[in-house]
């Protein structure tokens, strides 16, 4: 049992490593000298990824969860309450995504929401695991 839980936190933490690699590559692209158009077509290629990582997360979060027996902590909350906001943050992007017009204003400022966004995952991503290990 106690290698499992090991085992099931260890690819926790695989995950949230992969998920900040992937917004470092998302920053780096958006804060990039590209057209819009090459963008785009980048940033549509690795959003996928970015959610099947994250529902990585969930799953390897609930598998720890069961082996536990269902005992919410406090960070065990934040986790959650953290994972729900990436994902709704993600959605009204993706929402402002499909509404770009081709214009200047307009892509600059879906630009500047992503790059918004990806940075305030990044912080909350290290705040709940920097939280997690300073109860611990
Ligand atoms: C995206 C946000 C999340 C972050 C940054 C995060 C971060 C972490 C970290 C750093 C650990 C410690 C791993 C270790 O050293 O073994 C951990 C453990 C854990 N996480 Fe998450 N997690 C997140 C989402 C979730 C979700 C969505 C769930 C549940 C559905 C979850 C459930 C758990 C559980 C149960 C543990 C073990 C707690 C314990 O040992 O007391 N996490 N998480």
Known sequence: ????????????????????????????????????????????LIAPQYYIVLSAIFFTGIIVMAVRQFAFSFSVWVMIVVWIAIVAFGI???????KIERTEVSQSAYKRYA?????????????????????H
């Open 92 to 98: 009204r992007g993706h929402k402002m995504y499909k």
């Open 115 to 135: 790059i918004k966004k990806y940075t305030l995952d990044f912080i909350a991503l290290i705040a709940t695991s920097a939280l997690f290990y300073l109860v």
């Open 1 to 44: 049992m106690e290698e499992l839980i090991r085992l099931s936190s260890q690819l926790h933490l695989v995950f949230i490593i992969l998920l900040i690699i992937l917004i470092a590559f998302n920053l780096y692209l958006l804060k990039s000298d590209k057209t819009f158009l090459k963008l785009s077509k980048r940033l549509e």
